[in-house]
């Protein structure tokens, strides 16, 4: 069965904006897809940052 054209899931990365500001060594990063019809706007979650051992806030890089 062929898969439709028109996808509107698309796949997207989260990166850890807390350990970018703080110039800690590494970078945390997830990826994850995300429907861009219901949700334009970038997306931001909590996630775990195992360089920072805590849990901190992800957005949405291009």
């Not at 990365?13 to 861009?36: D, F, H, M, P, W």
């Amino acid at each position: 069965m062929a898969k439709k054209s028109k996808d509107q899931r698309i796949q997207v990365i989260l990166e850890c904006t807390e350990q970018r500001a703080a110039g800690v060594a590494g970078i945390s990063r997830y990826i994850t897809k995300k429907n861009k019809k219901n949700t334009p706007e970038r997306l931001e979650l909590k996630k775990y940052n195992s360089y920072m051992k805590k849990i901190t806030l992800h957005k949405e890089i291009k």
